[in-house]
């Protein structure tokens, strides 16, 4: 890699030039729609060169894709080895992860005390995943594979933390500033049956990984259980996210999977329509969910500049 590339850094607000070239770049011919993100596989396992490039090309782009494998049987060692062929491997261990560290999310009965909603046919809120895990172990891929949809709803909403990213940025980057203090946003801890599961988490809500120079995010739209840091840039940046999230913003996708579908993506910001099952006709919604600590691979900014460079002539 020349160090051309490696010095490219859009995402440090002092680097001004960087950010100008990314952003026409990033700007020009987004896929901001599910059909111009959607992937269609013949083997999930052991993909054509141009199937992996097409979905490389999305992510580096959006920093999604949605893959159709049709009617290919899918089982979680698939998904396995599906993530493998982009660079995620490392899974992040959850408290309801099954014992391999793939969760399947599907509705268990509330007698099971189990009151995480994931688990519920309730909606879930803007949020990127993990945001409540220690800075080592970070959430930076994930694979969400749909084996059954529901009865009806359960749509999902994306939205790539890159773009958000940007509309702060150019809305104010004190915005930017404000989310990237390292105590910005605070989990308070995780306390069931009165013990402590998790300490509290403090942590930025924008990073600039070290290596590579990819942004990343955490983040949750919740508004109990989170204190954000009370001064004004964050307060202002936290509001102007809220309502970005709130709107009918062209930069969202939304999109219900069907089965056979997924979406493998560097944690991008999403939020879940409410649903229902049928279990007379078999339309009990599962999904598959495995979370890395690995970003999809050929998506840091070193890796397309190129790119951008012919882009910004
Ligand atoms: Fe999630």
Request: aromatic residues 18%; hydrophobic residues 15%.
């Given at each position: 890699m020349n160090p051309s590339t490696t010095d490219f850094?859009?995402?440090?607000?002092?680097?001004a030039r960087d950010y100008a070239r990314w952003r026409e770049w990033k700007l020009a011919?987004?896929?901001?729609?599910a059909p111009e993100l959607t992937v269609p596989l013949s083997d999930p396992g052991a993909l054509t060169a141009t199937e992996s490039a097409a979905i490389l090309a999305c992510c580096r782009k959006a920093n999604m894709a949605i893959y159709d494998s049709g009617e290919h049987p899918f089982g979680k060692p698939l998904l396995r080895r599906f993530g493998r062929q982009f660079g995620l491997e490392r899974l992040d261990m959850n408290l309801r992860a099954d014992e391999d560290s793939i969760t399947s999310l599907r509705v268990v009965p509330e007698s099971t005390g189990t009151h995480y909603i994931?688990?519920?046919s309730r909606s879930l809120n803007w949020h990127t995943d993990g945001?409540?895990?220690?800075p080592d172990e970070q959430v930076r891929g994930i694979v969400m594979h749909c084996v059954q949809d529901a009865a009806s709803g359960g749509e999902n909403r994306l939205l790539d933390p890159e773009i958000a990213y940007l509309l702060l940025r150019d809305a104010n980057p004190g915005y930017i500033r404000a989310l990237m203090q390292p105590d910005a946003m605070t989990i308070p801890p995780n306390i069931e049956a009165g013990s402590q599961i998790r300490e509290a988490r403090s942590g930025p809500v924008f990073t600039v990984e070290k290596h590579g120079g990819s942004l990343h995010m955490r983040y949750t739209a919740?508004?109990?259980s989170i204190i954000w840091k009370d001064d004004r840039d964050t307060r202002m940046a936290v509001g102007f996210l809220a309502d970005l999230l709130a709107s009918d913003s062209p930069w969202t996708v939304s999109y219900r999977l069907h089965a056979g579908q997924g979406i493998i993506c560097n944690n991008v910001l999403h939020s879940r329509a409410a649903f229902s099952d049928d279990a007379a006709s078999g339309r009990v919604r599962l999904l598959y969910r495995a979370r890395y600590h690995?970003?999809?691979?050929?998506?840091?900014p070193g890796n397309y500049f190129e790119e951008v460079l012919a882009c910004s002539g």
């Open positions: 850094q859009p995402f440090e607000l002092r680097n011919d987004y896929p901001a729609s994931p688990y519920t945001y409540y895990n220690s919740r508004t109990r690995d970003r999809i691979r050929g998506t840091a």
